[in-house]
């Protein structure tokens, strides 16, 4: 079994590669996750998106998430990638991957490492808007700003 591949990266994910770190000959399913910046947040105009990490300790919480998954579903490989930076709309900010060999558990995985990563792994958003103004974005509530400017 291949370990789980995490990642804070500040290029573009190569979401190819990432699917080529979960595939092998036993896996008949691959669930994957891509989060993009959209152009739109809470009815108003986003113009794009800061995001910043303390890169060991979220790779260090990713990988625990990674290690849990893993460990709930035998036989399961998954690689999770934030990327970190000033993103443009339509930039992808995240990709999750998950294989096994039935797609239940892929995909039950997959979903499940969307749902812990934006609660546990220390990414902070800022988000940008037409005219000039931003807000931090708190990554467990769909709506909620914690400061704007």
Not at 13 to 31: F, Q
Not at 34 to 46: C, F, S
Not at 48 to 68: F, K, L, S, T, V
């Amino acid at each position: 079994m291949t370990a789980p591949w995490v990642e804070i990266t500040n290029e573009p994910i190569d979401l190819n590669a990432m699917v080529g770190t979960v595939v092998d000959r036993g896996v008949g399913a691959v669930a994957t996750f891509l989060g993009t910046v959209r152009d739109v947040n809470d009815g108003r105009a986003v113009t794009g998106i800061d995001y910043e990490a303390y890169q060991p300790m979220a790779e260090r919480e990713m990988r625990a998430i990674a290690d849990e998954i893993v460990s709930r579903w035998p036989g399961l490989r998954v690689a999770i990638v934030h990327r970190v930076g000033t993103l443009q709309v339509g930039d992808v900010s995240v990709a999750i991957a998950c294989a096994h060999a039935r797609r239940a558990p892929s995909a039950d995985a997959m979903r499940e490492a969307i749902e812990l990563l934006k609660v546990r792994v220390p990414i902070w958003k800022r988000e940008h808007y037409a005219g000039g103004e931003w807000t931090w974005v708190d990554p467990t509530q769909p709506t909620t700003a914690t400061e704007t400017r």
